[in-house]
């Protein structure tokens, strides 16, 4: 049925005039209810002195427009002074004040809808605006001004886009985005309530004046129960939270995660944690949700507090105690203790908390909970990522993990850890373990992957290494693991041939290199799986004749299976043989100059490129590299003859010896016990870079050519004045009067081992009655004997930097 034209112009009417409320109405209701829907618990200065006797309840969202205009009203009369009929422009409390425009619905990009300018009035409480300037203006508009209020700076972007230069001010629920067409002006304005916010007392919520009336009366149980009992915002809810528990700036916009998750402000994600807190006790499995929790906390570490807090409400005096939604709210604050340290108030409060859940409920799940807790609060430093669903499992039943390093020559190792536990701890026990307390040199965790391989500091948490670890392994094939091995060789001509140490010292000649292989295809970059007898010698870095390369792959094959036989398992050639070698005997011809071009010939080669010829030259490039595939596949077949002709020579030769033999070939290599890295050292500024090894040793630091056997220079440690890190990927080296600059992507594991090394000095010079601190490798290595010869140059006290 249609509607009669004079309903139709009602609606009109209404219509338009809920449009043009959106212009002035809007204005007017900020007026009358700037603050929020909830309880204003919030708006109270540090020096107000309430008293704590009156019940501050959850706070919840009203629903009736009287009890909301009630609350508005109470707010703005504390908060806001009424002005008078008089003049705008004589206001005494005035500070700054002038025609802005302000952000209509549409915004300023939308051309049909201007901004409307408004009298603006900054005072020491707030930002009013009104219609005009004259006397008898109606206020239209007033934003409270507090401590967690914020402005944003102009910027160049929005000017771009708008010619326009904004000013943003945040309050308790709405902001203000104001534009001038002046940049001065914004600047001015800006700086002003800046002012104005620095200048008011910090805001308090009643959680945080009820926490120091906690610690006040944490000697008289009757004080406390009196306050839990009269305050239920401190105990368990299961209605929604409207408001955080602790105060956060407004509309923050500067809280955002370093990673690819965004997040909006920090009081609504405060409100979000808390709805999550609540699905916990319904969830079937909770780890996810609790990792979630846990990642937000760590991309936002203003949130600590707040969670820590929340979940201390929620865990006291629950509905059910001990029931499943309890021990889960009990759960993640056992994996917050373990990830995070809250600050030194809610610390307090915390185990005020604890220690009360111990007195009300002994021998109970919380009382087990609180005490596992506790103790973890007192070692936790903090962590790099959160836990994996795995620690979190483990975390929930409070037992330990179990780690599994793997030893080159060794079994593999189980050792049990829990989330504080450090790569130094567990380097110390596996060196006790092993029997290798003794030992002069220095061994270190080695983080070992498809890509790469790396030593783990000493004070790096293995929780999150394996969390790391855990993440790469879903990616990689095979996983990635963990490793024992040798950090830095101080001693190799006494390492008793029967001990554990020299079945470390071969699987891992001459301490394997940190860099990537040199060698496409080759080493452990390659093939992870391989033991690390050959990661130096099969990636090219032990230069040497192809006879005595053969002869190690002779004797590793001896070491492996014994005498020569066709019945055992055969390792693949570049298992054995380093494939720079074997790509070293093809020598390919010099191609033949191409013949001079005929003129045309460019624009025919480019009009044909895309069709037959283009073709057939990418058929040409097949054939070549087939052929080239071949020959490789000839000159391997010829490599590995060689290698089985001197295998079959060493008939007789049992595992020690042949072990033996490898090391003492690999030995007479001066660079034999250096780490070598993969450096580019800039001559001169204009002149273009080298590529080196700069090889780490425990006397010296030497300078090799790719390839070739004997050092381009050596610098004793008593020629090093300083070195370090210029940047990122720029080590510096300072020998005497030159400065050496090295490229590289390893600067901090150049600077870690020299520093290892520079401390075992200081712990070599006698007399030394005890370990010195910092005497051992990066996760912990035993400390070199004092009696041993003194070295052979020492640098002056105090001259390194690291």
């Known amino acids: 049925m249609p509607f009669p034209g004079g309903l139709w112009w009602l609606l009109c009417c209404r219509q338009g005039f809920t449009l043009l409320r959106r212009d002035y109405g809007e204005a007017d209701r900020e007026a009358d209810g700037e603050a929020e829907e909830e309880a204003s618990f919030e708006l109270r200065a540090q020096g107000d002195q309430g008293s704590l006797e009156v019940s501050l309840s959850q706070p919840t969202r009203t629903s009736s427009g009287s009890e909301r205009s009630l609350l508005v009203s109470e707010e703005m009369r504390s908060l806001i ?68 209020c914020s402005v944003l700076w102009p910027d160049k972007q929005t000017y771009k886009e708008t010619g326009y230069w904004s000013v943003t001010v945040f309050g308790r629920k709405h902001c203000y985005r104001l534009y001038t067409e002046r940049l001065n002006e914004a600047v001015h304005w800006v700086c002003a309530v800046q002012k104005v916010i620095d200048s008011k007392a910090p805001v308090q919520t009643p959680t945080q004046l009820l926490m120091r009336d906690v610690e006040e009366h944490g000697g008289s149980p009757e004080a406390l129960e009196q306050i839990y009992r009269c305050n239920p915002i401190l105990r368990y809810t299961g209605s929604p939270l409207y408001a955080p528990l602790l105060p956060f700036p407004y509309g923050s916009p500067d809280q955002r995660a370093p990673g690819a998750r965004s997040y909006t402000t920090l009081r609504d994600e405060a409100v979000k944690l808390f709805n999550s ?34 979940l201390v409400k929620q865990t006291t005096e629950p509905p059910a105690p001990g029931g499943q939604g309890d021990l889960r709210y009990w759960q993640l604050l056992t994996c917050m203790s373990c990830t995070f340290l809250p600050s030194a108030p809610v610390l307090r409060f915390l185990r005020s908390h604890l220690d009360r859940t111990e007195s009300r409920c002994p021998a109970s ?144 000649v001459g301490a394997a290199s940190l860099s990537p292989s040199p060698w496409p295809g080759a080493g452990a970059a390659a093939h992870p799986s391989l033991p690390q007898a050959h990661e130096m010698v099969l990636r090219g870095q032990v230069p040497t004749s192809e006879e005595t390369l053969q002869t190690l792959a002779a004797l590793r094959l001896q070491s492996l299976n014994s005498d020569f036989s066709t019945h055992v398992p055969f390792p693949r050639l570049e298992e054995l043989f380093p494939a720079g070698a074997l790509r070293a005997r093809l020598r390919a011809p010099r191609p033949a100059a191409p013949p001079a071009r005929r003129p045309g010939a460019r624009l025919r080669a480019g009009l044909l490129a895309g069709g037959l010829w283009g073709q057939a030259l990418a058929k040409q490039r097949a054939e070549r590299d087939q052929r080239l595939r071949g020959r490789l596949r000839e000159e391997g077949a010829a490599v590995m003859a060689g290698i089985l002709e001197k295998w079959k020579l ?46 780490v040793g425990a006397k010296a630091v030497s300078l090799y050519k790719p390839g070739e056997p004997e050092p381009l220079d050596s610098f004793c440690y008593g020629r090093i004045s300083s070195f370090g890190a210029s940047d990122s990927s720029t080590f510096r080296l300072s020998v005497e009067d030159r400065d050496l600059l090295f490229e590289t992507s390893q600067v901090e594991e150049i600077a870690q081992l020299l520093s290892t090394y520079l401390a075992t000095l200081g712990a070599r010079r006698p007399p030394q009655t005890e370990e010195p601190a910092g005497s051992r490798g990066p996760a912990g290595s035993p400390a070199p004997d004092p009696a041993a010869e003194p070295w052979p140059c020492r640098p002056p006290p105090g001259a390194f930097l690291s």
């Open 81 to 148: 002074v009424e002005k008078g009929p008089g003049p705008v422009e004589d206001d005494p409390e005035a500070l700054v004040k002038g025609w802005l425009q302000r952000e209509v619905r549409g915004g300023v990009k939308t051309p049909w809808i201007r901004p409307r300018k408004y009298w603006f009035v900054l005072t020491p409480d707030s930002l009013d605006y009104y219609s005009s300037n004259e006397r008898g203006a109606k206020r239209l508009g007033s934003l409270v001004l507090t401590s967690l």
């Open 277 to 310: 807190l609540q699905q916990l006790e319904s969830e079937r499995d909770p780890a996810p949700l609790i990792q979630g929790i846990l990642q937000t906390c760590l991309d936002l570490p203003p949130l600590v507090d707040e969670v820590y807090c929340q």
């Open 365 to 508: 799940e919380m009382a087990k909970y609180a005490g596992f807790i506790r103790a973890a609060l007192g070692k936790t430093k903090g962590r790099e990522c959160v836990p994996s669903l795995d620690e979190i499992l483990v975390l929930t039943r409070r037992q330990e993990m179990v780690c599994t390093v793997h030893c080159p020559g060794a079994a593999a190792c189980r050792v049990a850890i829990s989330s504080h536990t450090t790569a130094a701890e567990v380097a110390r026990e596996l060196v006790s373990r092993l029997g290798l307390s003794q030992s002069p040199n220095l061994f270190a965790l080695y983080e070992q992957s498809r890509l790469r391989e790396q030593p783990v500091g000493s004070a790096t948490l293995l929780a999150d290494v394996l969390t790391s670890l855990a993440g790469e392994e879903r990616e990689q094939d095979p996983p990635c693991r963990l490793c024992f091995k040798h950090y830095g060789f101080l001693d190799t001509e006494n390492v008793p041939r029967d001990s554990l140490e020299f079945a470390l010292l071969f699987e891992q």
């Open 650 to 695: 060493l008939q007789g030769m049992g595992r020690p010896e042949a072990m033996a033999a490898y090391v003492a070939l690999v030995r007479e290599w001066p660079g034999f016990g250096s780490t070598l890295f993969d450096v580019e050292l800039h001559v001169s500024p204009l002149g273009a870079a080298q590529r080196l090894w700069l090889g």
